[in-house]
């Protein structure tokens, strides 16, 4: 572990109010491990075992579903300083429902699930403290699920755009803004064709309603109809 490394998990909510020193002492309790994966290798496969926490030191990963198909849900992404598979490890899944990709170079830490969600026999002080950051992580993460399930649930893939950026403007305070995906993630995101979703965006630009250019968006004027 660098010093950098402890600089990004400082930022991590899992470790929130917690100092240097007890960090260091807590990643040696919780039987952690850093790994690095290259820009499109798997860190976690649907069907593992579901045993880890993990956190991004460096890079991105993304959180994906493959339904029987192999047509591909995108359910997240993990940037510096935050969590993924918390909630399936902690949920005692015996498997990963869910597959996890390295979106470029990635160094990620791996933390024992078991380790985590368990007082140790030493009593560290700061474990209840991790405990109910975990708790807080999870229920953040279980409200943007609920704000995705009211993105997918729209009929077209218009509504379903539109109450995405709309979503996104509120959420940034402003008409204009960037979000996290391209066009291949955000048609992954809001489960759409990105053929059909691109079109929308276009005939969306013709129609004065919204200006773009890649993961760049400026909301015109709302169509209420």
Same mark, same amino acid.
């Given at each position: 572990? !660098? ?8 930022? $991590? ?6 100092? *240097? ?7 040696? $309790? ?7 994966? +290259? ?11 579901? =045993? ?9 990963? !993304? ?18 300083? =935050? ?6 490890? $902690? ?21 024992? $699930? ?10 560290? +002080? ?8 975990? /708790? ?29 950026? /709309? ?39 013709? *129609?004065?309603?919204? *200006? ?8 015109? =004027?709302?169509?209420?109809?």
């Amino acid at each position: 572990m !660098t010093t950098s490394d402890y600089g990004i998990l400082s930022t $991590c909510p899992l470790f929130a109010d917690l100092n *240097e020193e007890d960090l260091r002492l807590m990643l040696g $309790c919780l039987g952690s491990r850093t790994a690095r994966y +290259p820009k499109g290798a798997a860190v976690f496969l649907e069907g593992d075992a579901a =045993e880890y926490v993990g956190i991004v030191l460096e890079g991105a990963v !993304t959180i994906v579903q493959d339904d029987f198909f192999g047509n591909r849900n995108l359910i997240g992404t993990a940037l510096p300083g =935050e969590l993924f598979a918390e909630a399936f490890s $902690c949920a005692g899944l015996e498997r990963l429902p869910v597959s996890v990709f390295a979106e470029r170079d990635t160094a990620v830490l791996l933390l024992d $699930c078991r380790r985590v969600l368990q007082v140790c026999s030493s009593g560290c +002080p700061f474990h209840h403290r991790l405990i109910a950051n975990l /708790l807080a992580v999870v229920s953040r993460k279980n409200l943007a699920l609920n704000r995705k399930i009211r993105f997918v649930s729209q009929r077209t893939t218009r509504e379903k755009l539109m109450s995405y950026l /709309l979503d996104q403007a509120k959420q940034q305070g402003s008409d204009h803004f960037e979000i996290p995906f391209d066009r291949q993630a955000l048609a992954d995101f809001l489960a759409v064709e990105r053929s059909a979703m691109s079109a929308e965006i276009s005939r969306l630009r013709k *129609e004065g309603v919204l *200006e773009s250019k890649g993961s760049w968006f400026r909301l015109v =004027e709302v169509d209420r109809e």
